[in-house]
């Protein structure tokens, strides 16, 4: 999920602009700080964040800076290019936010350091999702790909390798996630949707969309084979390589056939094909879904019988980080699992890791309207006052536990990956 | 200015050769020699016979592409410097009418290429305006995400490149050899032929350089106008990249460098630039 797009960047630069220039005002006002370069004052507590652009509110660096006087520094880069980073530049940043799937990646690399579960204050407050891998209510919930439990604990401090029981070395900390699904123009597709299949359905030739980043593409595709009949996979997010070899041949003669408009790969790409009538299926991530019909153009987040691609994100360090850097980090990371941050993330349609905290930092008519899948009494607004949604609407695919519950498959990185990664660009050039 | 070279160029290029016969893994290269990035790109290449492969199906729509940006740049790019050249008398307004040339590149490139699909869009300016004259009845789907919108984006952007280097070549031309050849009785198309193009040629093999390399490594432009649906040289490699497969990226480098090397070796063939300028 590369939720990172130059179009967001604009917008946080422009943001986050206003947004240093608060943070001086506000050091200036607190008259704690009299030397002029704030940012070289001795005291100064700085984090440099590496992540993609979901959590990066500037919003969250302000509250957080205000409340623990931390400053953060973001560093905005797509999923890749943040495993990248991590992989060939670890001392470029202290804290890291990155999605579990990319932990087979990171872990063996030996560039982060897992945090340690005592210190995390909030820790057995977490959603049993990430933990046990069900929900609060105990459903359990689908374990297909790289789910966060299969990777959330080391063997030890410096361990390369996963335990499958608990321990106290934490890979990542949890702090955000969602379940994805298609999106779809109901205004110009006119009929209920209710399957995956209806994404190469030829009704919408040349009008349906994929997503171009092969490790997320191949999981939507899984799930429209499977839904089609054609194969049921042991593991969508572990393919072999002849499932791999069905996946794209069945991708390849849709498109072959017209049936796709474009392929997408940034945020705004897919806001811009929905929005234009371009196409009228594709698959689609929430906070998109959301822009569109801030544009006044009916767009759903459709939830569809064979379930949820699901995705969740954390916080680990840089291995480089030491001595009171470390100490600020889990102070960074124990007050972002405080509420104030986790509700924000909610009013953006994720899921916060700690539900109580940010229960307790939400009207309940927005805990209502985004959790338990009610009717909202009053407009329902974005973090930053924008009106969202009229009174009376409720959240396309209900609940927390409805959306959470019915999550089939991980976002996941295949042993097959490199075969894969092969196979989709033969898929582009077919 | 040679330490330079080697610093910046020759020992990156090194770097990169060497790294392309690295062995890799999920999330490190291997320094042990293999040539698995070489092997793996070219998968299939006679199994799969007389189907073409991945990589020659990518190579060959690549330059099917450089070939039709070359061409109509090449068109474009000569016509507009002769009027630049021949026909602007001032030199002022040589400079403003030039400059008005790299229009294109004052917004970002993302920006340029969304602002495409509401003019040719299923719904955009250009299909609705022939709807409205009667002249279609189904929007015509080939304006956007096809190869036409590559090449017409790749038109727009880099035919500024042909421009410069042919204009440049066209105003150091003698104006007493046109007059002269006018005064033999020469047609204007045999004063073009026989003396404006063999004096320009220079300025057309250094733009046909800029256009080709430029063009052969795209993978942005032909990414978005393409909707992400055509393959191209440069794709291949950002895929590659993504993947942290950086040696199969370099393998896959190292053989972009090669053709478009051998394609500017054929160009210099033609004209020798250093004896000419």
Request: glycine share 8%; charged share 20%.
């Amino acid at each position: 999920m590369s939720k990172s797009s130059k179009f967001d960047r604009l917008i946080n630069r422009r943001t986050v602009l206003k947004g240093a220039a608060g943070a001086v005002g506000l050091a200036a006002g607190s008259g704690a700080i009299t030397g002029f370069p704030y940012v070289r004052s001795a005291d100064a507590k700085v984090l440099r964040y590496l992540g993609t652009a979901v959590n990066e509110g500037d919003e969250i660096s302000k509250k957080c800076l205000a409340d623990t006087g931390i400053k953060i520094e973001y560093i905005t880069a797509t999923t890749d290019d943040v495993t990248k980073r991590v992989i060939t530049q670890p001392n470029s940043f202290d804290v890291l936010d990155t999605e579990y799937f990319s932990l087979k990646k990171l872990v063996p690399s030996g560039n982060i350091f897992a945090l340690d579960a005592k210190k995390i204050k909030e820790f057995d407050n977490l959603t049993p999702v990430f933990t046990k891998g069900q929900l609060p209510n105990g459903k359990k919930i689908g374990d297909q790909g790289t789910a966060p439990w299969k990777v959330l604990y080391l063997e030890g401090a410096n361990s390369k390798t996963f335990s499958k029981t608990p321990t106290e070395f934490v890979t990542l900390i949890p702090t955000v996630y969602n379940a994805d699904t298609l999106g779809i123009r109901p205004d110009l597709i006119k009929r209920p949707i209710s399957s995956w299949t209806e994404l190469l359905n030829p009704e919408f030739k040349g009008k349906a969309s994929i997503l171009n980043i092969p490790s997320i593409g191949i999981m939507d595709a899984a799930m429209v084979v499977e839904a089609s009949g054609q194969h049921t996979y042991a593991d969508k997010g572990n393919m072999t390589k002849a499932e791999i070899d069905l996946t794209m041949k069945i991708m390849t003669e849709a498109k072959k056939a017209g049936q796709f408009r474009a392929f997408w790969k940034d945020f705004n790409e897919s806001v811009n094909l929905m929005a234009s009538g371009e196409t009228v299926i594709q698959s689609m991530w929430s906070p998109a879904v959301t822009k569109v019909r801030s544009m006044g153009i009916a767009c759903t987040f459709q939830p569809l019988k064979e379930g949820y691609r699901s995705w969740a994100s954390g916080f680990c360090v840089s291995k480089a980080v030491s001595g009171p850097k470390l100490d600020w980090a889990y102070e960074f990371v124990n007050w972002y699992l405080s509420g104030w941050a986790g509700a924000y993330l909610n009013r953006q349609g994720y899921y916060s890791a700690v539900l109580s905290t940010a229960e307790a930092n939400m009207t309940a008519d927005e805990w209502g309207y985004w959790m338990e899948g009610k009717a909202a009494v009053g407009d329902i607004k974005a973090p930053d006052g924008t009106i969202l949604e009229k009174a009376g609407a409720t959240r396309d695919g209900g609940s927390y536990d409805e959306r959470m519950g019915a999550v089939a498959c991980w976002n996941a990185v295949m042993d097959e990956n490199d075969y894969m990664v092969r196979k989709w660009n033969e898929f582009i050039a077919a | 200015m040679m330490l330079v070279f080697a610093l910046f160029f020759l020992l990156p290029l090194l770097f990169v050769t060497i790294v392309s016969a690295w062995d890799y893994n999920e999330y490190e290269m291997i320094p042990a020699f293999s040539l698995r990035g070489y092997s793996d790109t070219f998968e299939g290449c006679i199994a799969d016979l007389p189907n073409l492969c991945t990589i020659l199906k990518t190579y060959l729509k690549t330059l099917k592409l450089c070939l039709l940006t070359w061409v109509l740049t090449l068109l474009i790019g000569f016509t507009v410097a002769y009027f630049l050249a021949f026909h602007v008398r001032s030199k002022t307004w040589q400079i403003v009418l030039t400059l008005l040339c790299t229009i294109p590149f004052w917004t970002s490139n993302v920006i340029r290429m969304i602002a495409w699909i509401p003019l040719l869009g299923r719904n955009g300016l250009v299909n609705r305006g022939l709807e409205g004259a009667g002249l279609i009845h189904q929007p015509l789907e080939w304006l956007l995400f096809s190869e036409f919108s590559v090449v017409l984006a790749l038109l727009h952007l880099f035919t500024f490149f042909m421009v410069v280097p042919i204009f440049n070549s066209m105003i150091r031309i003698d104006r007493r050899l046109i007059e002269a050849a006018y005064d033999a009785g020469a047609t204007g198309w045999q004063t073009l032929l026989n003396i404006i193009i063999p004096l320009a040629k220079p300025g057309i093999v250094i733009g046909s350089i800029f256009v080709i390399t430029i063009v052969m490594g795209d993978f942005v432009t032909i990414g978005v106008m393409g909707g992400q649906q055509i393959a191209s040289a440069g794709k291949i490699i950002e895929a590659r990249l993504n993947a942290l497969q950086f040696p199969a990226a370099a393998a896959n480098a190292v053989i972009l460098l090669g053709i478009t090397i051998l394609i500017i070796s054929a160009l210099t063939r033609i004209v020798d630039i250093r004896k000419e300028l």
